[in-house]
Structure formats: structure tokens, C-alpha cells
């Protein structure tokens, strides 16, 4: 038995890892909990999601979770997957019918996710114009506006097709193995495209790519390393900051400039 969030339970069953996969929020679940005693319940707290937020180690997040799962010590891989081939032909179809399937396409994704791991809105308005005039590229902006009990929203991107709310989990991976390239702040999305071996950038500031991205895919993260305080998140005496709130007004992802981004996306892109 799996236990998880809503929106991952078509995609954890058709991984087909467990007999039953049931949404953490399904009622009389805390009973089932002592019942049943899951074999997996990926609602484990990570140290930093504690109340106060405790210190957490640089240690890769799979690492972390073997740890809180009691299978500490095994081999760990990042994990790989595929979309099913309906998803794949159900988004072609969708892409072809509005006219995007002309030219390379770029996923992008700006969130939601905790204030100070976004990248402002206007670097992103810069960076889709100049991919699809410098580059051209069609870039779709996908996710969703918000997680469930979460009051965070996805910040629109001017100029992007606005594709937020409009997949499940399963087509969005399939609209990623369409692309060309995705572009995203550390959030599920970019682990799901690198799962899916398509070609991403992450954009990091207090958080440590190297605790989150595979070790073949660390050249793709890019952070403003000229900052003394970058990945705070990780200091010993726990986060320099909380998720809505930076005493140096979040300059880590403030100053990644859009050339940097560019560029980065240039060359993969070519």
C-alpha cells in the first residue's frame, strides 16, 4: 500500500509499484495508518518541514527519505520513467490543434512553491521573449496554480502559452517528452523531467542542487554562486530563512540573470 497526495495517485498506480494506492486525505486514512501500516507513506516529514524547521544535512533527498523509511544503507538510483503512449499521442494532438507544433517546443515552470525559491516573474517574462525571438521556440508554461491546502500561486508568465491546470501528471509528462528543453525552479516538475531524460535547467538558490538533482544532471542547475549565503537552507543551525520570508530579500534568485539562463538554454538547445 502507497499512500500519497491526490494528484500523484493515477501516476503512482500505473507505476504499479503496490496493490493499493490511496490520496493521503482520503477519509478515516489515520485509522487505516495504525490498520494497516503502509509500506510506503510519502508523507514522511524532511527535517526542514518540521514545526520549528529543523537543520537539514547536504545529503541527497532520496538519501534522506531512505533514512525517515528505515531502508537507510541500500543502493539508491534516481529513478527513470516513461509516459504511456496514449498520453503522448492525447498531447501531440492538443498541440497540433492550437498551432504549436510547428517549432521546438520549451516547457517552462515558475511554480508555486515557497517565495524565496521563485525566480521573478519579469526574468521569466524576458526569457520566454527572447526564446522564442532568438531561439525559435514555442515555450508553454505548465503545472498547477496551487497545491492542494497550499495558499502559494503559479506566477503567470507574460508571453507563454498558458497551459497551468489544464493536464494531469501523467499528460504533463508526456507534453515534457515533447520538448526540447524544460526550464523550471526547483519543484516536482523538474524532478519529473529528469526522470523523463529530457533536457532541463533548474534554477537554485536556497536550496543545494546537489541534494536534489541526478549527479549526471548538476551541470544543468545554475544558481548565483557569488553570494556568500547561497543554499542556506541547508546551514547547520537549520534555514536562514522560511518559505515567505529572506533577510536579504532573496538575492539568490533575484540576481540569476536572464543571459545566464540564455545561454545555458542556447547551448542545449543547439
Known sequence: MVLTSQVFVDFVSQARVADVVLASDTRGIDWLRRKARPLLDCHAKLPDEQVPPLPRAR???MEEFARLLGCAGQSLAYPQISASLSAQAHVRTLLQNEGLAARPLVVVHSGPTWLVKQWP?????????????????????????SHSGDTARAPRIPGAHDWINRLSLEE????????????????????????L??????????????CFLP???????????SLPCIGCHHHADGPLH?????????????????DLVLKRCQALLS
Open 197 to 210: 531524460r529530457v533536457p532541463a535547467i533548474g534554477l537554485f538558490g536556497p536550496t543545494d542542487p546537489v
Open 59 to 61: 545529503i541527497h533527498l
Open 172 to 195: 504533463t509528462a508526456a507534453l515534457l517528452t515533447q520538448a526540447r528543453l524544460f526550464i523550471g525552479v526547483d519543484s516536482g516538475l523538474l524532478h519529473l523531467a529528469n526522470a
Open 215 to 225: 549527479p549526471d544532471g548538476l551541470s544543468r542547475a545554475l544558481s548565483n554562486t
Open 121 to 145: 516573474v519579469e526574468h521569466w517574462q524576458e526569457l520566454t521573449a527572447r526564446l522564442q525571438g532568438e531561439c525559435g521556440v514555442t515555450v508553454v508554461q505548465a503545472g498547477l496554480d
Open 242 to 258: 522560511w518559505r515567505t520570508d529572506c533577510p536579504q530579500q532573496v538575492q539568490c534568485m533575484r540576481g540569476l540573470g536572464v
